[in-house]
């Protein structure tokens, strides 16, 4: 006979409920350019006679941002995208890293979450497969690759789950085990609910 369900019994080997707070995308967009050059902005200068190695994008922000009025179903997003590579060169056999900063003016529709009502966040994810770099000033940098770029909305939520309880880990060993993977989580027994 099934135990009622509940964090002290079981219930077709349900035997908790539990929240957890987690992030949730409520909406986003991608957009993808192929072949893009982008002009970028050292923080630190390059010494003349420097040679382009490569860059990576470290890091990116939505910021300054504002919320137009919507259709009723999304809204306007006005704001920039601040994105930081970092650029290794090559100055006198010996490889440095800098900081480079792009600024891009973006406009978007998005579905907000309830109006407005939940404290949301705007997020941008960019990823950039540079192929050709070049060192064209002191401060200054061009890159050109494929650029990938994602914007969402996200706020944080609490969210009701089933359980079927903790996790049951098999006890640690030594050495490596034949078919341990297999049994590195064995089925719950109902006896442990």
Do not use: W
Not at 121 to 145: F, K, L, P, R
Not at 155 to 180: E, N, S
């Amino acid at each position: 006979m099934a135990k009622k369900a509940g964090c002290g019994g079981s219930f077709d080997g349900l035997c908790c409920r539990m929240v957890i707070e987690t992030k949730r995308v409520f909406d986003g967009c991608a957009s993808t350019d192929n072949n893009v050059t982008l002009n970028l902005v050292t923080e630190e200068s390059i010494p003349a006679g420097s040679d382009f190695v490569s860059a990576r994008v470290a890091s990116s922000e939505f910021s300054s941002y504002s919320i137009g009025d919507g259709d009723g179903v999304c809204n306007s997003v006005f704001g920039e995208i601040v994105t930081t590579f970092a650029v290794t060169y090559n100055d006198a056999g010996v490889l440095r890293t800098v900081a480079a900063i792009q600024r891009e003016q973006v406009s978007v529709r998005l579905k907000l979450p309830n109006g407005g009502l939940i404290p949301y966040t705007i997020e941008v994810q960019m990823a950039m497969n540079i192929g050709a770099g070049a060192i064209i000033g002191a401060n200054a940098v061009s890159v050109t690759g494929c650029k990938v770029r994602i914007i969402k909305v996200t706020a944080p939520v609490d969210i009701l789950i089933p359980t079927y309880g903790y996790c049951k880990y098999p006890p640690c060993t030594g050495g490596a085990c034949p078919g341990f993977t297999a049994d590195i989580f064995p089925q719950l027994d109902s006896d442990d609910a």
